[in-house]
């Protein structure tokens, strides 16, 4: 039987949604409090799910100690404590919480082969959250 | 289609530990979570049942039913109990959150008789879950690569669990 593990992290950040091709009465009508120029942040809780069949000798889908490893070397030392505006991911892209999910969604599909990478999901706050699944998932 | 979902919580304990490996190659995949005399959890455990409305009784399923056959299948052999030493699957499987939500699928859905068993979702802590969804297809799966590499790094501490 397949099944599904997801692990939960947590990383801080901050960001300001602007985007260049809009004007300035734009982007406060579209992004209001969070075009605010000096930016603001939020705790980002980040569900990684990964999925596979249960191997007989060790009961796992994958090492937990492989996605762990690899989600905090590629995404907390990259994402925490930054100013999003400032990573190469957002140069052209704003930061919202849907690009961030496609941004750590590819950096695992591009770089974790420990299992299936089914979904990534993110909490920017209690009341929002974001998932993305890939391009060809639904 | 509409889908019901009841938690449960029990607390169990358990060790990882295949007799098929060298102590070395135990401690070194496994971690802490190898130490014989084991370690507990405090489970959470979400069922999810779909079906119809019934039209007469508003119901997907009857929650009482649903509670009682959560209690005596699950909670009443799992809850307080030793998994490696006093749960007949664990004797031969290792009891990762894995295979704990397969043998739960496996308990429950036989015995769910009006509605059917949709998902079995386990939490080991607050910050790590497993789903299962039993064997047949699912709309909402990515089919990608077949090959998970699992084998390949069973031999990685996991330390964590």
């Known amino acids: ?138 | 289609m509409v889908y019901l979902t009841r938690k449960a919580e029990f607390s169990a304990s358990h060790y990882y530990h295949n007799p098929a490996f060298t102590p070395e190659e135990n401690a070194r995949l496994f971690g802490k979570c190898n130490n014989p005399n084991g370690h507990g959890h405090n489970y959470t455990l979400e069922v999810t049942v779909k079906g119809a409305v019934d039209p007469r009784s508003g119901f997907v399923v009857d929650l009482k039913q649903l509670k009682e056959i959560m209690s005596r299948e699950v909670l009443d052999a799992l809850d307080h109990r030793f998994l490696n030493k006093e749960v007949p699957e664990f004797f031969t499987l290792i009891p990762t959150t894995e295979n704990l939500a397969i043998a739960i699928w496996r308990r429950l859905e036989p015995k769910l008789k009006s509605a059917q068993l949709h998902r079995v979702r386990v939490y080991e802590t607050p910050d790590l879950f497993v789903d299962v969804f039993g064997d047949e297809d699912h709309s909402h799966e990515d089919h990608g690569e077949d090959d998970h590499g699992a084998e390949d790094h069973r031999k990685e501490d996991r330390g964590k669990a």
Request: glycine residues 6%.
């Open chain 1, 1 to 138: 039987m397949k099944a599904y593990l997801t692990r939960r992290y947590m990383f801080s950040a901050s960001h300001r949604l602007h985007s260049d091709t809009m004007t300035a009465a734009e982007n406060q009508s579209v992004y209001g409090k969070c075009n605010n120029p000096y930016g603001h942040g939020h705790n980002y809780n980040i569900e990684i799910t990964v999925s596979g069949p249960v191997d007989r000798q060790t009961g796992m889908v994958c090492n937990l100690v492989d996605l762990d490893g690899f989600v905090q070397r590629e995404i907390l030392e990259r994402f925490d404590h930054q100013d999003l505006n400032l990573l190469p991911e957002f140069a052209d892209a704003v930061p919202t919480t849907e690009n961030l999910c496609i941004s750590i969604y590819e950096i695992m599909k591009r770089g974790f082969s420990a299992a299936h990478l089914e979904r990534v999901r993110i909490e920017e706050t209690m009341m929002n959250s974001f998932e993305y699944s890939g391009e060809a998932s639904r």
